[in-house]
DNA sequence: AATGCGTGGAC
DNA sequence: TGTCCAAGCAT
């Protein structure tokens, strides 16, 4: 799992002109920046929240057609939290990890109810909020606020790793992530805000985990990583998950049946979804515990109205 | 702290 | 084809 080669410099792009990093990462997303919907100006931190929960893990070319049906049937917190699990996990779709949908609801009652219906703007608050952590509560304050937050996923960690530690890799989150990002940001409030996103940013199309185009990077020519030639990464191998086979496939398939059926079915129809018995049976009941799934009283299975 | 949790595009 | 990867969180 070595990291590839990265793209030979293009000698006529930017040279370093002596700017701080932060300032000229602003600058850079200027002009680099993916128009996404959720940037545009006027959204609000509760249209910021359902894109930060909906991107945890998942591609944003999967994102946008979900968030904004998303945004259109329940356009504030209180509008979600009157839908039922059934409703909401429908509308998740494929998206994956469909346990965020039943915490994005449930975010959403939680907001009503202890928050009038305003998506809190505290870090402290958001993160007491179903399925919000240390990095979808510092983005919501920061972009959907203007919060002077740092705000670290793994684009960031990846970009620090190599721009600041020269490592190839990120390693695992750590509280001091944070430290090292706040140190590069920008002195002005609303620049540290676009230095948060542009950080995101050069991590989703520059400095990119396989094969970075640092050709393209307006930071390369301080890069302690380039500096230092490349030096691959040291520690152990990072194991990519299996799926094929796994319980979260087998959940997956068992899901996509009661997802189509508009009433309870009965077990029998899920062993289309999946052969192995006692498989099928450990991940129902999985689904169950995890209220993804309800059982009726007479054996039929459904999602939860 | 290591693990489990979906899905599908890119190469 | 199989492997890697994509804006994490909860336990």
Same mark, same amino acid.
């Given at each position: 799992?070595?990291?590839?080669?990265?793209?030979?410099?293009?000698?006529?792009?930017?040279?370093?002109?002596?700017?701080?990093?932060?300032?000229?990462?602003?600058?850079?997303?200027?002009?680099?920046?993916?128009?996404?919907?959720?940037?545009?100006?006027?959204?609000?931190?509760?249209?910021?929240?359902?894109?930060?929960?909906?991107?945890?893990?998942?591609?944003?070319?999967?994102?946008?057609?979900?968030?904004?049906?998303?945004?259109?049937?329940?356009?504030?917190?209180?509008?979600?939290?009157?839908?039922?699990?059934?409703?909401?996990?429908?509308?998740?779709?494929?998206?994956?990890?469909?346990?965020?949908?039943?915490?994005?609801?449930?975010?959403?009652?939680?907001?009503?109810?202890?928050?009038?219906?305003?998506?809190?703007?505290?870090?402290?608050?958001?993160?007491?909020?179903?399925?919000?952590?240390?990095?979808?509560?510092?983005?919501?304050?920061?972009?959907?606020?203007?919060?002077?937050?740092?705000?670290?996923?793994?684009?960031?960690?990846?970009?620090?790793?190599?721009?600041?530690?020269?490592?190839?890799?990120?390693?695992?989150?750590?509280?001091?992530?944070?430290?090292?990002?706040?140190?590069?940001?920008?002195?002005?409030?609303?620049?540290?805000?676009?230095?948060?996103?542009?950080?995101?940013?050069?991590?989703?199309?520059?400095?990119?985990?396989?094969?970075?185009?640092?050709?393209?990077?307006?930071?390369?020519?301080?890069?302690?990583?380039?500096?230092?030639?490349?030096?691959?990464?040291?520690?152990?191998?990072?194991?990519?998950?299996?799926? @094929?086979?796994? #319980?979260?496939?087998? =959940?997956? &398939?068992? %899901? $996509?049946? /009661?997802?189509?059926?508009?009433?309870? !079915? *009965?077990?029998?129809?899920?062993?289309? @979804?999946?052969? #192995?018995?006692?498989? =099928?049976? &450990?991940? %129902? $009941?999985? /689904?169950?515990?995890?209220?993804?799934? !309800? *059982?009726?009283?007479?054996?039929?299975?459904?999602?939860? #109205?």
């Amino acid at each position: 799992m070595s990291t590839a080669s990265p793209v030979p410099v293009d000698p006529e792009v930017t040279h370093d002109t002596g700017d701080p990093v932060g300032e000229v990462l602003v600058d850079w997303y200027a002009g680099a920046a993916r128009d996404l919907p959720w940037r545009e100006p006027g959204t609000d931190a509760w249209a910021v929240l359902v894109s930060e929960v909906m991107l945890q893990q998942t591609p944003v070319a999967r994102v946008e057609p979900v968030w904004r049906a998303w945004l259109a049937r329940w356009p504030a917190p209180a509008d979600l939290a009157a839908a039922t699990p059934a409703e909401v996990i429908r509308a998740w779709g494929k998206l994956g990890y469909p346990r965020r949908a039943l915490r994005l609801r449930e975010a959403a009652v939680a907001v009503t109810e202890r928050h009038g219906g305003v998506v809190p703007a505290e870090v402290d608050e958001l993160e007491a909020l179903p399925g919000i952590g240390t990095y979808t509560a510092r983005a919501v304050a920061c972009f959907g606020y203007g919060r002077r937050q740092p705000v670290v996923d793994t684009n960031v960690r990846r970009v620090v790793a190599r721009l600041v530690h020269g490592r190839a890799e990120a390693a695992p989150a750590r509280t001091s992530d944070l430290v090292d990002i706040a140190a590069l940001a920008p002195a002005d409030d609303a620049r540290a805000v676009r230095f948060s996103v542009a950080v995101m940013e050069l991590g989703a199309l520059v400095c990119v985990a396989g094969n970075p185009r640092c050709g393209a990077c307006p930071v390369r020519d301080r890069c302690r990583w380039r500096l230092a030639g490349y030096p691959a990464h040291d520690g152990p191998p990072r194991r990519v998950q299996r799926f @094929a086979g796994t #319980d979260r496939q087998v =959940r997956g &398939r068992l %899901l $996509d049946v /009661l997802r189509a059926a508009h009433e309870p !079915v *009965q077990p029998d129809a899920l062993v289309a @979804a999946w052969d #192995d018995a006692l498989q =099928r049976s &450990r991940c %129902l $009941d999985s /689904l169950l515990v995890d209220g993804l799934v !309800v *059982q009726t009283d007479d054996g039929r299975f459904s999602l939860p #109205d």
